[in-house]
């Protein structure tokens, strides 16, 4: 946490102020329609605790948290979801859906050596002569988290029960397309990636998964809304929470069309009309997401979220990932403003198209 991906964080009080400016220009109105639904199943708040043991998420619903002056369970505040527990079980894991303390010790630490960016040993071996340069900021800069998750399970995703991502056939061979597209030589920016463009940030989704550096959310809440702004790229959701029902279809955005409600203590988020492009692991613009939030305990968010979409998984899928309480500041992340890679990207694939000299 003391050494996150900074950039021009001096500009975080004006970001705040444009902020809070929009939250105030949004109507209140509230819009009646029927309650919506959630998917999947749910780990419950002894996996976010670290007990290891599985209850249904409305367990968390007998606790009483706090509250808003209007009554809405408060979830407000800074939280960090940094961890080495993988979104997938890895392969060589197959069937141990937990660590015992000896194992996730030797885990930690065989995973902190191999993300040591500091290391010089192995990068030809591994990727070629260049791939020294190409680890890119050195260890300062990286913000992985040292630990796993408190339950010592071997993957964030809970549902399937072998902790793997359920790919179809088809969205095998689409990713496969995907990584050799960046094989080639790019005629613009819209040939690379959307993180690479600083127009989505890629832990911050949604849904948020712990990556590499600014894993951190901030909660706001006003009457008939809540606001989930990210540390990465900044984005902000503003999420109606009265009922109103989604976007017509033909209406699509970069992070879909997020409305919520509450289940006793759980905030419920659903979203649809993404873009294609916005491709959460491979997913289309048919992606399906159903985020919950439930405050564990005074220190402890437990963000759970379902995927659908039938043309890439052959069936929803359900992660979780218990966020922490953290009393340091958000920092903007500037990324357009630094964005110097993406011109020494274009004007080496300049340089490459007129071949040597």
Known sequence: MNHRFLACASRWPQALGALTAVIAAVSLAPVPVAGLTSLGSFVGVAEASGQGSQT???????????RTPWGDPDLQGIWDFRTLTPLERPKELAGKEFLTD??????????????????????DKLRGPGSDVERAYNQFWWDYGTNVIG???????VDPPDGRIPW?????????????????????????????????????????????????????QIPGYVVILNEMVHNARIVPIDGR???????RQWVGDSRGHWEGTTLVVDTTNF??????????????LVERFTRADA?????????????????????????KKTELPMYEYACHEGNYGMFGILEGARAEEKGPR
């Not at 000896?102 to 990068?123: H, I, S, W, Y």
Request: charged share 20%.
């Open 245 to 251: 029902p989604h976007l017509p279809q033909d209406l």
């Open 168 to 220: 179809t056939p088809e969205a095998q061979k689409r990713a496969a397309g995907f990584f050799g597209f960046f094989g080639r030589i790019p005629a613009g920016p819209e040939d690379r990636a959307l993180s690479e463009r600083c127009i989505l940030g890629f832990n911050s989704g949604p849904p948020m998964v712990p990556s590499a550096y600014n894993n951190n959310v901030q909660l706001f």
């Open 275 to 288: 873009l294609r492009e916005t491709s959460f692991t491979g997913s289309s613009a048919n992606l399906h």
């Open 102 to 123: 000896v194992e996730v010790a030797e885990f930690e630490q065989q995973t902190l050596e191999q993300r040591n960016a500091d290391r010089r040993d192995g990068a």
């Open 299 to 323: 220190d402890t968010l437990l963000y759970e979220f379902t995927v659908e979409d039938p043309t890439t998984w052959t069936r929803a899928w359900t992660a979780a990932v218990p966020m």
């Open 56 to 66: 249904p998420s409305s367990a968390a619903d007998s606790s009483t948290p706090p």
């Open 151 to 157: 339950s010592r399970r071997t993957s964030l995703i």
